[in-house]
């Protein structure tokens, strides 16, 4: 029985989705494929086409994109038994280099055609299921700051992060892990299933998709001259020493800010919300991704 393949392309660069679809053609015969293209041109749509890919009883997705158009399909797979891969056209792509996958579009294909599948963990925050990681605070608010600039890449990366340290707002949450009731008011809090953030910076680069444990990353914003050491620290991969922060690694916590706050960050992508308490938990091994062995 041939594999049925949904390619969804994230169509944000005219020239690279024809080359993936040309890539396709080549690499993906319809002697043992039964492949299916389609592209996402607006605000939603990625959802939209996950879920006829899903109603199609599509054996395998494949996310044309970045770590926004992974959590966007990961969100309709939910926990159903489908099968995912990726192809990395996105900025940052934190997820993509995580599991080694090539930023490649051809070595990317390739990887798919060897069908090596691992099965990984995924996290929840409150409804919206993550495979990355989810911030409170300065992650959050430099992903919506990116998403209204209009440059794109690192530089917009950038300008971006250079916009939200320059305006940062204090905030103050309380976290409860284990017993445990930890009171911050952070630079950086970030619960993380991955050891990447995107363009290889880390704050969390003991984390495993495997281990049935996430990582929490708490940084306090104590003062600018010691936030910017902090910045370059994560800049140029230097070593965090114990003071610089709180590590663990759990595998569900509260996290209840003292104000209500208007967004997260959720897999490099800026979430709206209007929750007062955010629950996050971890299910074990629930996704099977294709990546190198």
């Excluded at 579009?105 to 990355?132: C, H, P, R, W």
């Excluded at 707002?169 to 050891?195: C, M, Q, W, Y």
Aim: aromatic share 10%; with cysteine.
């Amino acid at each position: 029985m041939k594999l049925k393949i949904h390619f969804i392309i994230k169509l944000s660069n005219l020239k690279i989705a024809e080359r993936i679809k040309q890539e396709i053609k080549i690499k993906f015969s319809r002697n043992w494929y039964q492949v299916k293209v389609t592209e996402s041109s607006f605000e939603g749509e990625t959802k939209i086409l996950a879920r006829e890919a899903i109603l199609e009883k599509t054996n395998l997705i494949v996310a044309c994109g970045g770590d926004g158009t992974i959590n966007e399909i990961l969100n309709q797979i939910k926990e159903k038994e489908i099968k995912i891969a990726i192809v990395p056209i996105g900025s940052g792509n934190g997820i993509a280099r995580h599991f080694n996958i090539p930023l490649d579009i051809s070595k990317s294909l390739d990887l798919i055609l060897k069908q090596n599948f691992t099965n990984v963990d995924i996290g929840k925050v409150n409804e919206s299921f993550f495979l990355g990681n989810v911030a409170f605070g300065l992650g959050a608010d430099f992903i919506k700051n990116y998403q209204k600039i209009k440059y794109q890449g690192l530089f917009g990366y950038i300008i971006a992060f250079v916009k939200t340290f320059l305006n940062i707002k204090e905030k103050h949450f309380i976290i409860d892990i284990d017993g445990e009731r930890i009171a911050t008011s952070p630079l950086i809090l970030i619960v993380s299933n991955t050891n990447q953030q995107g363009y290889d910076f880390t704050v969390t680069p003991k984390a495993k998709t495997d281990d049935g444990l996430l990582d929490i990353a708490i940084i306090e914003n104590l003062s600018n001259f010691k936030n910017i050491k902090i910045i370059f620290k994560i800049i140029f991969g230097l070593k965090f020493y114990p003071g610089d922060m709180i590590y663990k690694k759990i595998s569900s916590l509260n996290i209840t800010p003292h104000k209500p706050i208007k967004n997260i960050q959720i897999d490099g992508e800026n979430l709206n919300t209007a929750d007062r308490n955010f629950n996050i938990k971890l299910f074990k091994k629930k996704l099977q991704l294709i990546s190198p062995k």
